[in-house]
């Protein structure tokens, strides 16, 4: 099934680190996905990891995949808040069609 | 290289009226993906197109709503009669061939009054 599920809200202070949670149903599933979008705005590709990978990090990003569990997450180092905004997890069911979550809006309190 | 590009980016139509959304995507894509966002929901697949080619539109309604990719010219969805529960946000993405990443456009918001 395509049924990707994420908790709605997570509020973090600056300078904190953040970790945003994420589980899927598809197993076979190629890539898994974060995406960014900020108020009003169209979704930003932050970044990807293949499914034969545990781990992925790219600045301040890190990225954990858990192929057992179909559990992904993502962890911001060093949270600011230019990273207020909601963060979707997605995977791909098949070559070309995404599935997304519901949304993690991610509040950064000074 | 710009962005995947989308207008309007607000259009209003009144229930029974057409909403024509155009997307234009990023030089040397030839794949088209059309996704809608109903309010604090994630976004939903509604159709795949390739140049002159509809690939997939499972996710598509089948009544009034329809979707192209000419040979030149942006992609277009059209929603015919609109109605309220039409009222979403709608993201074009695109892609080159062979290759996993999609590159979403700012959205259309749709409001039918």
């Known amino acids: 099934g395509e049924d990707v599920e994420q908790s709605l809200f997570l509020s973090v202070r600056e300078g904190d680190s953040s970790v945003i949670n994420c589980t899927y149903t598809?197993?076979?599933?190629?890539?898994l996905y974060w995406y960014k979008q900020e108020p009003g705005a169209g979704l930003q590709l932050l970044t990807y990891?293949?499914?034969?990978?545990d781990m992925k990090q790219d600045q301040r990003l890190t990225v954990l995949l858990n192929k057992k569990d179909k559990h992904l997450s993502l962890r911001i180092a060093d949270t600011q808040t230019g990273d207020s905004a909601i963060y979707f997890c997605a995977e791909n069911p098949n070559d070309y069609k995404l599935s997304f979550g519901a949304g993690t809006t991610v509040t950064v309190r000074a | 290289n710009a962005g995947v590009m989308q207008n309007p980016r607000h259009l209003v139509r009144r229930r029974g009226q057409e909403a024509r959304l155009r997307c234009s995507p990023m030089k040397g894509h030839s794949h088209v993906y059309w996704y809608r966002q109903l309010p604090e929901e994630g976004l939903k697949f509604m159709v795949y197109l390739q140049k002159e080619n509809i690939i997939d539109e499972s996710g598509m309604p089948k009544e009034r709503f329809s979707a192209e990719f000419p040979k030149e010219g942006p992609s277009i969805l059209r929603i015919q009669q609109v109605v309220r529960g039409d009222s979403a946000a709608y993201f074009c993405?695109?892609?080159?061939?062979?290759?996993?990443?999609?590159?979403f456009g700012p959205g259309t918001r749709l409001t039918v009054t």
């Open positions: 993405a695109s892609s080159p061939p062979e290759t996993p990443q999609q590159y």
């Open positions: 990891i293949f499914s034969n990978m």
């Open positions: 598809d197993s076979s599933s190629t890539y």
